[in-house]
């Protein structure tokens, strides 16, 4: 199971990009990245995945260097709604089950004017 | 299309009493799962059902049971709640029948407290 590692917190101001980088050093290779985001008082959300190089949604980019052992996590022009946590999890989708995915303490994104 | 829905939203429990968390979703899928989390704290996965029939343990499951009840419902028991069951519990589902995605779907969240 491989293990995440993310700063605990990050400040920003509104229009600015933010970048959060979570290391994981032992991800297997059926393991993808995943990252969701948490609103107080709310269940988790999923924002995006990826296995490897660079992957785009509407919300977020997901950078993946080539051996894997990172990503980061980035969220264009964040505003004060995006003020959150942000969890990510390494794990194996292709087998299933659930505890082959860690949730850890994740980022607390805090957005100010 | 309500998702995963549970109930109830709020419960406060005597020590040694007991209860049911009650989790359903409509996307048909076939992964289930309940966590708490406790303050300031990530989530932890109690127990989980990878299908219909199949249940497991996961990081934290002493003091707690569940049931697959169909592909539907999946429950959560606390047969004798302690103090230290005190927390928020989250269900979610997953749709493990498509590769490459992990994309959980969470409930609202019970807040359990035991005094």
């Known amino acids: 199971l491989a293990k995440t590692t993310q700063p605990i917190s990050m400040d920003s101001y509104e229009g600015q990009e933010v970048n959060i980088t979570c290391s994981h050093n032992?991800?297997?290779?059926?393991?993808?990245i995943t990252w969701y985001q948490q609103f107080p008082s709310q269940g988790p959300r999923f924002i995006i995945q990826?296995?490897?190089t660079k992957v785009t949604n509407e919300v977020a980019s997901l950078f993946i260097p080539a051996d894997r052992k990172s990503s980061t996590l980035s969220l264009p022009r964040v505003s004060l709604s995006d003020t959150a946590v942000y969890y990510c999890?390494?794990?194996?989708?292709?087998?299933?089950?659930?505890?082959?995915?860690?949730f850890g303490t994740g980022t607390q994104l805090k957005v100010e004017l | 299309n309500a998702g995963v829905t549970q109930t109830p939203k709020f419960q406060v429990l005597k020590t040694g009493q007991s209860m049911t968390l009650q989790c359903a979703q409509d996307?048909?899928?076939?992964?289930m799962y309940w966590y708490r989390q406790d303050p300031g704290m990530g989530l932890r996965l109690i127990y989980y059902?990878?299908?219909?029939?199949?249940?497991d343990k996961g990081e934290v499951p002493n003091g707690y049971n569940v049931s697959r009840l169909n592909k539907r419902e999946f429950s959560l028991r606390l047969e004798s709640a302690a103090p230290s069951q005190t927390s928020v519990y989250f269900c979610?589902?997953?749709?493990?029948?498509?590769?490459?995605?992990?994309?959980?779907?969470f409930g609202p969240g019970t807040r359990l407290t035991v005094l």
């Open positions: 999890l390494v794990g194996d989708t292709l087998t299933g089950g659930g505890n082959k995915l860690t």
């Open positions: 059902s990878a299908s219909e029939g199949t249940t």
């Open positions: 996307m048909n899928h076939n992964s």
């Open positions: 990826g296995y490897k």
């Open positions: 979610a589902s997953r749709d493990t029948g498509r590769p490459s995605t992990d994309t959980q779907y």
């Open positions: 032992n991800i297997a290779t059926n393991d993808y």
